[in-house]
Nanobody, 124 residues
Framework: QVQLVESGGGLAQAGGSLRLSCSAS????????MAWFRQAPGKEREFVAG????????YYADSLKGRFTISRDNAKIALYLQMNSLKPEDTAVYYC?????????????????WGQGTQVTVSS
């Protein structure tokens, strides 16, 4: 069992930046493809970004390319999401997820482990 813990959420102004982190207690993340998802109130959970096990390949939702950057540090057992030029529509709970086998998928049902989520609120 892998327990994922997100941190770094909070309140930001439009145009600002936040950096989310995800760690796994007592486990390395290098065995898993990882991703960030988000869920806004009244909406379904959506794919934000994903990264391969080695970190050599990254994937983004088309609408977020250029503003968000996913990265990982396998030595520090951490996953990151750098969010720049934030917009009010980025307001959501952000989740990190780990996938045991295969590569990055954009569907949440493909992921085996989830964090509890961290709230990001962007004010206009």
């Amino acid at each position: 069992q892998v327990q994922l813990v997100e941190s770094g959420g909070g309140l930001a102004q439009a145009g600002g930046s936040l950096r989310l982190s995800c760690s796994a207690s007592g486990r390395t993340l290098s065995s898993y493809a990882m991703a960030w998802f988000r869920q806004a109130p009244g909406k379904e959970r959506e794919f934000v970004a994903g990264i391969s096990r080695s970190g050599s390949s990254t994937y983004y939702a088309d609408s977020l390319k250029g503003r968000f950057t996913i990265s990982r540090d396998n030595a520090k057992i951490a996953l990151y999401l750098q969010m720049n030029s934030l917009k009010p529509e980025d307001t959501a709970v952000y989740y990190c997820a780990a996938k045991i086998s295969g590569g990055v998928y954009s569907t949440d049902t493909a992921y085996n482990y989830w964090g509890q989520g961290t709230q990001v609120t962007v004010s206009s």
